[in-house]
């Protein structure tokens, strides 16, 4: 089963007199990385988050904000620093003295500086961690819902692609008995054309097509790109991450494309090229979503 690397997971915890919320956004990467944002008091989580992500998740950039709320605003959670305050205001004074300044040193004054009034946590860390795994664990549920929805999404657009691939395929092997006769028909016309009266000499003729077929062959190219699209679909099937495996795939079955165009003496089978390449484009730009 495919699981796409761009989704998005939410998981809250609601009581009545705290709110907890967390956010996950998985977005596109060829590793594995996380962007933890936490409030400085929570901080020293961040490596246990990092450690249920990395159990969940094989690769994708993946965002965790965190949001906690207090339902019930207590009193005792503000605090004043009186200490810093005095200090403040008597340098204040020594400052006014020594310059002979009128100004007044007013409430609003003393109450904007910094870190007079903080606001401090009473949670129970054990507590509040043992919330947060929970949470944590509904938003990973999500976010994984998700990530199997568009998964499962870009899993029929391949179907859709290999399908249309193997008919391109099929086309060429058509083809393919064709092409010789018709090359071997060409230059026989071309040689009576230009020399009508000289006798043209079959066995070298004959090696000449030998030499085009030879160099024209494209039997290899077809089996190993059939074998490919064999794979790939056996690939889809599994549970781990194949994200890089169908990736390395397309890069092997984009090189057969590329070899049989170069080999092809054909504008048909050319043509064919043309669009199974053009199919496989779409295919490269999908797997890079893949995990």
Same mark, same amino acid.
């Given at each position: ?19 907890? @919320? ?36 094989? &690769? ?137 009266? @000289?006798?043209?000499?079959?066995? &070298? ?68 090229? @043309? ?11 999908? @797997?890079?979503?893949?995990?």
């Amino acid at each position: 089963m495919l699981k796409s690397m761009t989704a998005y997971g939410r998981g809250e915890s609601k009581g009545d007199d705290k709110q907890i @919320v967390i956010e996950l956004k998985s977005l596109n990467h060829r590793f594995r990385d996380f962007l933890i944002r936490l409030p400085q008091n929570y901080s020293h989580f961040e490596s246990k988050i990092k450690e249920l992500l990395s159990k969940r998740f094989a &690769r994708g950039r993946i965002e965790f904000t965190i949001r906690k709320e207090n339902l019930r605003e207590s009193e005792n959670n503000f605090c004043l620093n009186l200490n810093f305050l005095r200090r403040y205001y008597r340098m204040a004074e020594e400052i006014k003295k020594e310059f002979n300044l009128k100004e007044t040193i007013s409430l609003n004054m003393l109450l904007g500086l910094k870190d007079v009034v903080s606001y401090q946590e009473e949670d129970n860390f054990k507590e509040i961690w043992e919330e947060i795994q929970v949470v944590l664990e509904k938003s990973m549920d999500a976010l994984e819902k998700m990530r199997r929805v568009e998964g499962k999404n870009i899993q029929s657009e391949f179907l859709k692609n290999l399908k249309i691939i193997s008919a391109l395929i099929k086309n060429i092997e058509k083809r393919m008995p064709l092409i010789i006769k018709l090359y071997q028909a060409r230059l026989d016309q071309r040689i009576k054309d230009f020399i009508n009266s @000289v006798k043209i000499d079959e066995s &070298r003729l004959a090696q000449e097509i030998a030499y085009i077929s030879e160099r024209s062959d494209i039997s290899e190219e077809l089996v190993r790109l059939k074998s490919h699209i064999k794979q790939f679909g056996a690939l889809q099937k599994e549970e781990d991450p194949v994200g890089r495996k169908l990736e390395f795939l397309l890069q092997e079955m984009n090189r057969e494309a590329n070899t049989i165009g170069s080999k092809s003496i054909d504008a048909y089978i050319s043509q064919q090229v @043309v669009e199974l390449k053009s199919e496989l484009e779409k295919m490269r730009e999908q @797997v890079q979503n893949i995990e």
